[in-house]
């Protein structure tokens, strides 16, 4: 049984325990959210060891971080490294997009190394077969990806990006309405250029309830995919993608109904002020599913810098109720992510979640702010790196740019304003 | 005569006619604005081979990097390479915020080697020069202060923070509110030591119309401080920061009646959903003169990632109205900032400021982004590159992570979305 039948029949069970403690909430509210769908706890029940992570309203806003190899760097065991160091940087969890070979090992790998739930794209997988055995993407069966979703369920899972709201509708849409960018998703890309080859809907759509067997079976959290996200500032919030949103709504009720756990994926490429727009939207047509949001960058021209521009969307959306924020690298849009990419992603994806954090009103995220606060008030600068989201960069800084004794900083020196107020208005910051 | 002047004369001045072709508006247009005091021109008529630039209401958002010696640091020749790197990086303005020895010599050299406005902050050689001579700041008089700014003045500062609404009845108001952070801002510190220490009220308040008689004659753009900006999120939009405000409102009236142009500072640190509000509450208060915020960073935990914090901070702020952006470099509450620090910071601070001026509808910001949504679909990496916010670090990573003749990115290689859907969608993006 999926974390939300258990929910559905007034079970609380030890991943919502566990998730309460985590959040500091009393288990009855985790299986209230779990129960209404505006939380889920990815958890397969072949995944061992897994540390639960609960994902939605209420809840701190969490963040993923993408590993895995490509057909250009291969190495499984630099991507078990980069897992590892997203951990430690904060990551509360892992999707493994996978591209290069051997992909079952590298996924088990990667799923026994990981205590934080592990996501994939399927059908990343089939295309990648579909090539080898094939020669072509297209020639992929409906059955080929079936039996991948299956595998990797198996295997233990904990959440699949499922694109079902690619269906011929939306695809006339978009040829309708003109887009620079086209699609971006690469698994959207895949599934529509298997639908115009074969001229036949998308079978994770048509098939949608043979999906949902899967899923229940294994308690894999569907997320389903936005396969017509926008890939650049001009194509956002238009016709395709809010009318693949209204079929992942639609989707979204069917999933509750059959007991799978399901969230939904979002953009993107957005302009700073439709950010809140796409998060409205989707908490209205997707009837509060968790939101995940992929940035969103709010430009197109920040290329080695997009983790900031996706730091700018990604905390607006969360401020306005996104749940779930993947992280984006300084690599994205020029290539594969390095270990150090993959820190400074995960550490800036974790600013953007902490900022929304304090607009959610989560008290220990303030409870937080407050110590520095006052350890900054008190010139405390071993608390101060202590409470540092990073405190090995804060540490760094300190030590390089300062001298060893000194009490205040190499900015101001004797002329720090903590310093000189603290003369005149006499008084040390509390102890928050 | 000021811009101003010149400006509620009817008279197009040559700097209103430069600014005009930078915004690809009108020159009437300009004049309109410096009239109304929506756009200030700092240019002060003693900074030869200055490129004026207009800051204010429908035109782009601005960046500032500040520069400055400290006690710790002292090495001119290094501030220089600094003013060097960041206007190359593509800073508006600089401000020289130096304390370190030689003040006179420093901001001379600066102000010869800067084609763009230089803004300093007068109390802080006022300060510094104290120390030297009395052994104390708060021996300072009021008449060393203002021959500093006069001195200033005359060697062509463009633009000065002046913190003229750290008012007596501003710091009952702190005693009453209490704070964890009190006072952050150095000058308002000094002043607030200052009147402490002789119970005496402000006198760059109480000496207002002396400091608008210098500013003046050099056309001094001033740049009303914000002494009471919040030190932490706790601390902010509360009542000693918004008495503070409702001062400098005042303050522009009577800058403008005497023909002096004047832009109003603001916090600080803030909470992601405060930040709109501080940009209505300036816009209003101080009826819309510029507004120059500090960042703000939307969270106090993240020292040596400040530059992120602030860059959410301040394309919500800019989004929301502000004008012009200080920038905020890794180093921030941390030490004085090295060269590879300024870069970073001004480069962050201009994707705020890009992401902001996208919603404020700059007809060149949306073609910009455009031109890489086209350059992106085609594959065309060349163009990507030239066209990125900062070309050296997208070729860095283009180079670093792909191979040289791919037309794709180690990311998704042969399944690249953009050349599926191109296969089956068949188009290129038109150039825009």
Redesign the interface.
């Known amino acids: 049984m999926t974390q939300l039948k258990k929910a559905m029949a007034g079970r609380i069970t030890e991943e919502m325990e566990r998730v309460a403690v985590r959040e500091g909430l009393s288990a009855e509210d985790i299986c209230q959210k779990v129960r209404e769908g505006t939380v889920v706890i990815p958890a397969n029940i072949n995944h061992r060891g897994l540390e639960p992570c609960g994902i939605g309203e209420g809840l701190t806003t969490k963040i993923n971080a993408n590993i895995g190899t ?4 291969t190495s499984i065991e630099e991507e078990l490294q980069k897992l590892r160091v997203a951990i430690e940087a904060g990551a509360d969890t892992i999707m493994d997009l996978s ?1 290069g070979p051997e992909l079952d090992a590298c996924r088990k790998r990667i799923l026994e190394a990981s205590k934080v739930p592990v996501g994939t794209v399927p059908i ?1 997988q089939a ?2 077969e579909a ?1 080898d055995k094939y020669g072509s ?1 297209v020639a992929m069966t409906a059955e080929d990806l079936f039996q991948v979703i299956e595998k990797q369920a198996q295997d233990g899972v904990d959440f699949m990006t499922v694109h079902c709201g690619v269906t011929l509708e939306v695809i006339e849409r ?2 309708k309405r003109g887009r ?7 698994g ?3 599934l ?2 298997w639908m ?2 074969h001229e036949k809907e998308n079978p994770l759509y048509e098939q949608f309830d043979r999906l949902l067997s899967i899923a229940e079976k294994y308690d894999v959290t569907l997320s389903l995919g936005d396969g017509l996200r926008p ?5 956002a919030t238009d016709s395709p993608q809010i009318q693949e949103l209204i079929i992942l709504g639609e989707l979204v009720e069917r999933a509750r109904e059959a007991g799978v756990q399901v969230m939904v994926e979002g953009p993107g490429h957005v ?3 439709q950010v809140e727009a796409n998060v409205v939207l989707e908490k209205q047509l997707c009837r509060g599913a968790p939101f995940y949001v992929l940035g969103p960058v ?8 997009d ?3 996706a ?2 969307g990604g ?2 959306a969360a ?1 306005a109720g996104a749940d779930f924020l993947c992280y984006v690298t ?2 994205e ?4 992510p ?1 270990i150090e990419d993959v820190r400074e992603g995960v ?2 994806a974790r ?2 979640a ?3 954090d ?2 959610k009103g989560i008290k220990k995220a ?1 409870e ?3 110590e ?3 350890a ?2 008190n010139l405390d600068w071993t608390k ?2 202590e ?4 405190p090995y ?2 540490k ?3 030590q ?4 060893e004794d000194g009490d205040t ?10 310093k ?6 006499g ?1 040390k ?2 102890k ?1």
């Open positions: 490509s057909s250009v760097y591209t990343y295309a990648v090539l993407i978009l040829k620079i960018a086209d699609i971006v998703s690469r959207g890309s895949f529509t250029g115009l080859h890939g650049c500032l001009a194509d302009p700073l002020n709010v430009t197109d021209v920040a290329p080695g810098y983790h900031i521009s730091a700018i905390a607006i401020a300084p690599a849009h020029l290539g594969l390095t550490i800036t600013i953007a902490h900022a929304a304090l607009v303030w937080w702010d407050k520095m606060a006052a900054r008030k101060q790196i409470l540092a989201i990073d960069k804060a760094q800084y300190r390089q740019r300062n001298p900083c190499s900015m101001c020196n004797q002329f720090c304003a903590m000189i107020v603290g003369e005149y208005l008084k910051a509390e928050c």
